[in-house]
């Protein structure tokens, strides 16, 4: 267990997701100034917002959350910086400490209690994109708007558990959905979390084509 920096967003990041950041709170910018000096690396912890919102702090976080590393950064003057992170892996938290001067958190790895899915499961899920793009499409066309760019699901990673989460961030997801899916215990859990969250992506575009 260790004490780690903490950036809650309104967002859900996953494992093997990128994280482009625009920080300019002055807590933040000496969290991005800490990370950036640890003899660890420049990692800190992203956790869903559960209630509440990213500026100004009184915020209601989620315990379950991912270890994001800081890739590159730009110091774009006035304190700004813009930074390009990565989610590494799963965390949960096990405390919350005060936010002095920014949010901090006791916190440990998270790995998937099962890694149990077949790999009919991955062409299921190409399968079901693929059709899910495809109405999108149809329902750009009918709204006189661009069709939504079609993912590239080649490439993905061996790792199940990543592969699936890179699948998941190629779809348009909700952030409900992302967090259900990034704290389901294991993989066969997440399977089907991932599954009902892209029929539901069906029936709305299907819905949409009906209107």
Same mark, same amino acid.
């Given at each position: 267990?260790?004490?780690? =920096?903490?950036f809650? &967003? #309104?967002?859900?990041?996953?494992? $093997? #997701?990128?994280?482009?950041?625009?920080?300019?709170?002055? *807590?933040y910018?000496?969290?991005?100034r800490?990370?950036l000096a640890? =003899?660890e /690396?420049p990692?800190f912890? +992203?956790? &869903?917002?559960? *209630? /509440?919102?990213?500026? %100004?702090?009184?915020?209601?976080?989620?315990?379950? #959350?991912?270890?994001?590393?800081?890739?590159?950064?730009?110091?774009?003057?006035?304190?700004?910086?813009?930074?390009?992170?990565?989610g590494?892996?799963?965390? *949960?938290?096990?405390?919350?400490? =005060?936010?002095?001067?920014?949010?901090?958190?006791?916190?440990?790895?998270?790995?998937?209690?099962?890694?149990?899915?077949?790999?009919?499961?991955?062409?299921?899920? !190409?399968?079901?994109?693929?059709? @899910?793009? !495809? @109405?999108?499409?149809?329902?750009?066309?009918?709204?006189?708007?661009?069709s939504?760019?079609?993912?590239?699901? %080649? $490439? @993905?990673? +061996?790792? =199940?558990?990543?592969?699936?989460? !890179?699948?998941?961030?190629r779809?348009p997801? $909700?952030?409900a959905? *992302?967090?259900?899916?990034?704290?389901?215990? #294991?993989? !066969?859990?997440?399977? %089907?979390?991932?599954?009902?969250? &892209?029929? /539901?992506l069906?029936?709305?575009?299907?819905? %949409?084509?009906?209107?």
């Amino acid at each position: 267990m260790t004490v780690s =920096p903490m950036f809650p &967003l #309104g967002m859900a990041l996953l494992p $093997g #997701g990128r994280l482009p950041l625009h920080v300019f709170e002055p *807590r933040y910018q000496e969290l991005v100034r800490d990370c950036l000096a640890a =003899p660890e /690396g420049p990692f800190f912890g +992203e956790v &869903l917002i559960a *209630r /509440g919102a990213e500026v %100004g702090g009184g915020d209601l976080r989620n315990d379950v #959350g991912t270890r994001a590393e800081i890739v590159a950064n730009v110091d774009l003057g006035g304190g700004r910086i813009a930074m390009d992170c990565r989610g590494r892996e799963r965390i *949960r938290v096990t405390r919350w400490l =005060p936010d002095d001067p920014y949010p901090k958190a006791e916190v440990e790895p998270w790995p998937d209690e099962d890694s149990n899915i077949d790999e009919s499961d991955f062409h299921a899920f !190409s399968a079901r994109i693929a059709e @899910l793009y !495809s @109405l999108l499409a149809r329902l750009a066309g009918k709204q006189h708007v661009p069709s939504p760019r079609v993912p590239d699901l %080649g $490439g @993905l990673p +061996e790792d =199940p558990a990543l592969h699936l989460y !890179s699948l998941a961030d190629r779809v348009p997801l $909700g952030d409900a959905d *992302r967090y259900a899916l990034l704290a389901a215990p #294991g993989l !066969s859990t997440r399977v %089907g979390v991932f599954s009902d969250a &892209l029929d /539901g992506l069906v029936e709305l575009a299907e819905f %949409g084509l009906t209107k």
